[in-house]
C-alpha cells in the first residue's frame, strides 16, 4: 500500500539551531515526492519537490531535502531555523501513475523557542 | 497570478443541515482536486476532476458528499446530510502538471 509516514508529531527546536524533519514512504513506483508546509488558517505551501536527477534538492526559504531510495526516505532539512519557520510541515508523495493524486503524511509541527 | 480561490472560509452548522464549498482554481488549470482535513491529519484527497470529469472519487462518501465542476472551472463541494465527523478543514487545489496550488481552506465545525 502507499503510504507517508512522518514519524516526529512535533519538535521543538531553538532559533538557530539545524532542523531534520523525517519522512518516509511507501511507493509501489518511482515516486515523485514534496515537503508543504501550512502556517495556521493557511493553506498548503510547496517548499520543494523531487521528481529525478540529482538527489539533493534546493527549495524555498533556505530549506533543501534528500531523497534515499534505499531508505524510503526524504528528510527535510534547514540549517538555521528562523522564528517565522513554526508551522506544520507535511511530506507527501505521488507519481505519474497516479494522475497527480498525493498521499500525505499526518505532519510534523515545528515550534521555534528563542 | 492569482492563487486557488475558496469560500466561504469559515461555516458552523449542525449536524443534519447542508453545506457547500466554492473553489475557483487558477486560471487555465485542468485539473482540481478537494481535499478533507481533519485536526492533527494530513490532506486526504475526496475527489480529482479533469477538466469536468471524475478521475478519482474512490475516497469521496457518495451517500452525502457529491461534487461538480460542470463547465470544467470552478466547482462546489456538498455535503448533505453533514455529520460530527465531517468537521475539517476542506482544501482545494489546481494544478497543469505535477505541482498542485492549494487554496486557504474552508473549515467546517458541524455540531
Known amino acids: 500500500a502507499q503510504s507517508v509516514t512522518q514519524p516526529d508529531i512535533h519538535i521543538t527546536v531553538s532559533e538557530g539551531a539545524s532542523l531534520e524533519l523525517r519522512c518516509n514512504y511507501s511507493y509501489g513506483a518511482t515516486p515523485y515526492l514534496f515537503w508543504y508546509v501550512q502556517s495556521p488558517g493557511q493553506g498548503l505551501q510547496l517548499l520543494l519537490k523531487y521528481f529525478s536527477g540529482d538527489t539533493l534538492v534546493q527549495g524555498i526559504k533556505g530549506f533543501e531535502a534528500e531523497f534515499k531510495r534505499s531508505q524510503s526516505s526524504f528528510n527535510l532539512r534547514k540549517p538555521s531555523v528562523h522564528w517565522s519557520d513554526a508551522a506544520e510541515y507535511f511530506c507527501?508523495?505521488?507519481?505519474?501513475?497516479?494522475?497527480?493524486?498525493?498521499?500525505f503524511g499526518q505532519g510534523t509541527e515545528l515550534s521555534v523557542k528563542p | 497570478e492569482a492563487g486557488v480561490a475558496q469560500s466561504p472560509r469559515y461555516k458552523i452548522i449542525e449536524k443534519r443541515q447542508s453545506v457547500a464549498f466554492w473553489c475557483n482554481p487558477i486560471?487555465?488549470?485542468?485539473?482540481l482536486y478537494w481535499y478533507q482535513q481533519i485536526l492533527g491529519q494530513g490532506p486526504k484527497l475526496l475527489i480529482q476532476?479533469?477538466?469536468?470529469?471524475?478521475?478519482?472519487d474512490s475516497q469521496l462518501p457518495k451517500d452525502r458528499f457529491s461534487a461538480e465542476r460542470l463547465k470544467g472551472v470552478d466547482s462546489t463541494l456538498k455535503i448533505q446530510p453533514a455529520k460530527l465527523e465531517d468537521s475539517a478543514v476542506y482544501l482545494c487545489a489546481s494544478s497543469s502538471t505535477v505541482h498542485q496550488f492549494f487554496g486557504p481552506g474552508t473549515r467546517l465545525t458541524v455540531l
Open positions: 476532476f479533469q477538466n469536468n470529469g471524475v478521475v478519482d
Open positions: 486560471s487555465g488549470h485542468a485539473t
Open positions: 507527501a508523495v505521488g507519481g505519474n501513475n497516479q494522475g497527480g493524486k498525493l498521499i
